[in-house]
Protein backbone atom coordinates (compact mmCIF):
# COMPACT_ATOMS: atom_id res chain seq x y z
CA UNK A 1 0.00 0.00 0.00
CA UNK A 2 1.51 3.34 -0.85
CA UNK A 3 2.63 5.62 2.05
CA UNK A 4 0.13 8.19 1.08
CA UNK A 5 -2.50 5.81 1.97
CA UNK A 6 -1.32 4.95 5.43
CA UNK A 7 -0.73 8.08 6.48
CA UNK A 8 -4.21 9.89 6.13
CA UNK A 9 -7.31 9.55 7.09
CA UNK A 10 -9.64 7.10 5.33
CA UNK A 11 -12.80 7.08 6.44
CA UNK A 12 -15.42 4.24 5.97
CA UNK A 13 -16.43 3.61 2.45
CA UNK A 14 -18.92 1.95 0.12
CA UNK A 15 -18.51 0.69 -3.14
CA UNK A 16 -21.05 -0.67 -5.46
CA UNK A 17 -20.03 -4.18 -7.05
CA UNK A 18 -20.45 -2.96 -10.53
CA UNK A 19 -18.29 -0.06 -9.68
CA UNK A 20 -15.83 -1.98 -7.99
CA UNK A 21 -15.24 -4.39 -10.73
CA UNK A 22 -14.90 -1.47 -13.61
CA UNK A 23 -12.71 0.10 -11.09
CA UNK A 24 -10.55 -2.11 -10.21
CA UNK A 25 -9.97 -3.45 -13.74
CA UNK A 26 -9.30 0.52 -14.69
CA UNK A 27 -6.48 1.30 -12.20
CA UNK A 28 -4.66 -1.86 -12.73
CA UNK A 29 -4.95 -1.15 -16.79
CA UNK A 30 -3.60 2.56 -15.48
CA UNK A 31 -0.50 1.05 -13.59
CA UNK A 32 2.12 1.81 -15.97
CA UNK A 33 0.76 5.04 -17.60
CA UNK A 34 -0.76 6.90 -14.11
CA UNK A 35 1.03 4.82 -11.17
CA UNK A 36 0.10 7.14 -7.96
CA UNK A 37 -3.54 7.75 -8.88
CA UNK A 38 -3.69 3.64 -9.74
CA UNK A 39 -2.15 2.64 -6.76
CA UNK A 40 -4.58 5.13 -4.36
CA UNK A 41 -7.70 4.07 -6.07
CA UNK A 42 -6.72 0.37 -5.61
CA UNK A 43 -6.28 0.87 -2.07
CA UNK A 44 -9.66 2.75 -2.56
CA UNK A 45 -11.15 -0.28 -3.73
CA UNK A 46 -9.05 -2.94 -1.25
CA UNK A 47 -10.61 -1.31 2.06
CA UNK A 48 -14.10 -0.51 0.61
CA UNK A 49 -17.29 -2.05 1.57
CA UNK A 50 -18.36 -3.67 -1.34
CA UNK A 51 -22.55 -3.94 -1.93
CA UNK A 52 -25.08 -4.84 -4.43
CA UNK A 53 -25.51 -2.45 -7.13
CA UNK A 54 -28.64 -1.56 -5.63
CA UNK A 55 -27.33 -1.05 -2.12
CA UNK A 56 -25.40 1.79 -2.63
CA UNK A 57 -26.99 4.78 -0.11
CA UNK A 58 -28.10 7.55 -2.03
CA UNK A 59 -25.79 9.65 -0.06
CA UNK A 60 -22.67 8.08 -1.30
CA UNK A 61 -21.12 9.18 -4.52
CA UNK A 62 -20.93 6.41 -7.11
CA UNK A 63 -19.77 6.94 -10.38
CA UNK A 64 -22.30 9.37 -12.20
CA UNK A 65 -23.25 10.95 -9.24
CA UNK A 66 -22.72 14.85 -8.90
CA UNK A 67 -21.01 15.90 -5.46
CA UNK A 68 -20.64 19.24 -4.20
CA UNK A 69 -17.34 19.55 -1.67
CA UNK A 70 -15.63 21.60 0.22
CA UNK A 71 -11.90 21.41 -0.14
CA UNK A 72 -9.74 22.88 2.66
CA UNK A 73 -8.74 26.09 1.06
CA UNK A 74 -12.48 26.99 1.31
CA UNK A 75 -13.48 26.79 -2.16
CA UNK A 76 -16.90 24.57 -2.73
CA UNK A 77 -16.74 22.95 -6.04
CA UNK A 78 -19.79 20.87 -7.73
CA UNK A 79 -18.58 17.80 -10.23
CA UNK A 80 -20.12 15.00 -11.55
CA UNK A 81 -17.62 11.93 -10.90
CA UNK A 82 -17.08 9.86 -14.51
CA UNK A 83 -14.60 7.50 -16.47
CA UNK A 84 -11.93 9.10 -18.03
CA UNK A 85 -13.05 8.96 -21.42
CA UNK A 86 -15.80 11.03 -20.19
CA UNK A 87 -13.88 13.99 -17.94
CA UNK A 88 -14.76 17.66 -19.31
CA UNK A 89 -13.39 20.10 -16.73
CA UNK A 90 -15.84 23.18 -19.16
CA UNK A 91 -18.76 20.36 -17.92
CA UNK A 92 -17.89 19.78 -14.13
CA UNK A 93 -17.03 16.81 -14.98
CA UNK A 94 -13.89 14.68 -13.32
CA UNK A 95 -12.24 11.79 -13.86
CA UNK A 96 -11.81 8.93 -11.02
CA UNK A 97 -8.29 8.89 -12.21
CA UNK A 98 -7.38 12.30 -10.90
CA UNK A 99 -6.45 12.15 -7.03
CA UNK A 100 -9.60 14.12 -5.88
CA UNK A 101 -11.90 11.36 -8.31
CA UNK A 102 -10.17 8.44 -6.42
CA UNK A 103 -10.80 10.26 -2.85
CA UNK A 104 -14.26 11.18 -3.61
CA UNK A 105 -15.76 7.82 -4.66
CA UNK A 106 -17.22 5.60 -1.96
CA UNK A 107 -17.77 8.80 0.58
CA UNK A 108 -21.34 9.47 1.99
CA UNK A 109 -22.54 13.18 2.42
CA UNK A 110 -20.33 14.65 5.61
CA UNK A 111 -17.65 12.14 5.07
CA UNK A 112 -14.19 13.94 4.86
CA UNK A 113 -10.95 12.46 3.17
CA UNK A 114 -7.40 13.80 2.96
CA UNK A 115 -5.47 12.89 -0.29
CA UNK A 116 -2.31 14.18 -2.03
CA UNK A 117 -2.28 15.93 -5.33
CA UNK A 118 0.11 15.59 -7.84
CA UNK A 119 1.98 18.13 -6.72
CA UNK A 120 2.92 16.25 -3.49
CA UNK A 121 0.99 18.89 -1.46
CA UNK A 122 -1.71 17.34 1.06
CA UNK A 123 -5.52 18.43 1.22
CA UNK A 124 -8.37 17.65 2.65
CA UNK A 125 -12.05 17.74 0.92
CA UNK A 126 -15.35 16.96 2.69
CA UNK A 127 -18.61 16.05 1.06
CA UNK A 128 -21.51 18.73 1.34
CA UNK A 129 -24.16 16.72 -1.15
CA UNK A 130 -24.68 13.70 -3.68
CA UNK A 131 -27.32 13.82 -6.25
CA UNK A 132 -27.35 10.30 -7.72
Same mark, same amino acid.
Given at each position: ???? #???? =?????????????RLTDLA?????????VAEELLAEMDRAKIVGDDNVPENVVRMGST #???? =??????RTETLVYPVDEDSDAHKIS???????A??????????SWTARDGRKHELTVVKVKQ
Open positions: MPAL #VRNR =SVPNIVVSNADYETASLERLPE #VTFK =SDDGRQVMTPVGALIGLAEGQSI
